[in-house]
């Protein structure tokens, strides 16, 4: 393949493949890369997005941001927020991908289809949607806890139980489009070993972690990742519609409150400081994934 | 491989439990929009209302520019597609069928900006539209979405299915790029191209996080937007022009849906992994 490629670069074109790149890596460069950097060296300015100076103070931005007990909080809820969306959407579409495939093996296009269905609709249309379905007085599903003589949580003005409800909100759009990934992978991994295993009777759970789970790794680290990076961020519509990330600040993740400190508090080296430092973490999750590769992990598609 | 029903009828009531839990929202809001308030306070549980009802949508209509919303979301939704097909689609062409200096570290840089939190370059980006002012606009909303690297991944994964040895006769026959491009490699690429569009117009249709740090003024709102209003009063009279409001705006992407599952659920099965 290399070599037949080689015979249409032979002609010279690569000037061609530069043309073509262009139009993309102009719109990237210019709100991509180029804001990427301007962020970092508002990190170091102390500004508020109107006064014509900005005044350069160094790490002054970082200290504070480290030193404010509101980070703490937003990241141990953004560690929350991040546990409960791994636990509903990579450990269930994995498990469910594999049962789909091996233990049903039938009507695999409808629940495909059903469950990535929601994948198109807007968030802030399910937000509005569940703030009503889960109306703890007049909502449906508080309605059906009566009958059994339970209350509904008022939800939206408790710690744990407000994260816990805009993951949900955030589950709904993004559990279809990791199972479906998953489900491909799982799907093409080759049906000989799998066939026997299970005639050396290997229990099913078995045959998942030893045998499925490796072979298509490579996936399940890519979703694993994709659903902690934007997850977060998906979040912030939930959030940014049902709660602006109250009560005070316990439904905040790290992505909603940068945009508070610079579009509700206007301090702009505050925001930009802690979206690198989140940037940073997220970075060294990459690293790590990059790490897993370089070992080797297992490539469904070569 | 046979396995037994025993085992596999209880995991068909999970998966069935699963999705009435994601679809029942759909359906209570279809059927809430029909009720009047009264009825939906009265009779939360009954689907549909044996008295439907227009006059949530009549109100919608009365209170905001609702035509000139819709308008707006489907003006958005449509250039940034047109704008982002063609740039993913060029990119992803280069990437595929050429050789260059660079390429590889290029690929790398573009994609991996899929891992980049728009809290990185939001306030740069809100500070470049209002300069060009642009701010309270439908192409300050446009600009910063005509490129990205979902669909230059999207699509170079599309194009790498189709065989190299087919664009290397074409090039025997001394054809040009551009026939090449027209006349095999679109026709051929044409199912993924079609579903990634849908899935940009898509997701430019439902975009929340950056209109609303653009567009102030209720003439230029686009549908999530609009509906974001219907929020404030909680437990107030809205709830169902709420649901109303969320019935037009989900459902193009649910019609789109419904027409090209096969060929989305396609590109994204096939779309892999690197």
Redo the contacts between chains.
Sequence with gaps: ?TA??????A?K??W???G??L???V??A???????L??IY?SFFDWN?IKPTKEFVGLQNYINVLKDPITYKVFWNSAVYIFILLVINFTVPYI?AF??D??????NGF????????A??????????????L?P????VA??MGWFGLEMPIWSKLDGWVIFVLSLITS?KI???NF??L???I??IS?EI??AA?LDNVPLWKIFFHIVVPMSS??GI?IF??TI?QG??FA??PI???TQGGPNYASSN??YH??HE??VLYR?GH??A???L??VI?VIL?ILEFKYVERGIY???K | ?K?SKK??VP??IV?LI??FL?????V??VG?SFKTLQDA?NN??SLFSLNPTLENYQTFFDSLPALQITLNTFLIASVVTIFKV???F??A???V?????G?NT?YFI?I?????????????????ISNLGLSDSLWGVV??Q????MG?FLLTQALRTIP??L??VA?LDDMS?WQIMRDIVLPLARPAVTSTSIWFF?TA??E??WP??ILKSTENFT??LA??M??SS??GTN?TV??AV?VI??II??A??LMF?RY??GT???????
């Design positions: 393949m037949s490629l080689k015979k249409i670069s002609n074109q690569a061609f493949a530069y073509m790149l139009p993309s890596v719109i990237m210019v709100f991509m890369f180029w804001p990427f301007y962020t508002l997005m469910f049962i789909l091996f233990v049903i093996g039938k009507m629940y495909k289809s059903a469950f990535f269905l929601p198109f609709i807007s968030l802030v249309v399910g937000s509005i949607l569940f703030t009503w379905i109306n007085i007049s909502g449906p309605i059906v709904w559990f279809g489009y479906i990934l489900y491909a992978s799907n093409g049906r799998i066939e299970r490579a996936t890519y990742i994709i990076v977060l961020q912030f519509t940014k519609v049902i790290v992505i940068a945009y610079a579009f702009t925001s930009a802690l979206s690198i989140t940037m997220f990459l490539y469904e598609n | 491989m396995i085992v596999s995991w068909h998966f699963t999705i994601l679809i029942f929202p759909i209570f809001a809430s306070y939360p549980l063609v740039t993913s060029l990119a062409y280069a990437f069928y050429f050789i260059f200096k390429k290029l573009l991996s900006t899929i891992f980049l939190p728009f809290t990185v370059t939001m306030i740069p980006n809100y500070l470049i600009l910063p005509l490129a990205d690297a230059i190299v040895s664009i290397e090039r790029h898509i249709w439902n929340y996080v609303v740090l549908l999530p509906l974001q219907y929020i909680e437990g709830f709420a649901m969320s705006t989900m992407p649910l789109l849906y599952q989305i659920i994204f099965t096939s779309s892999g992994i690197k």
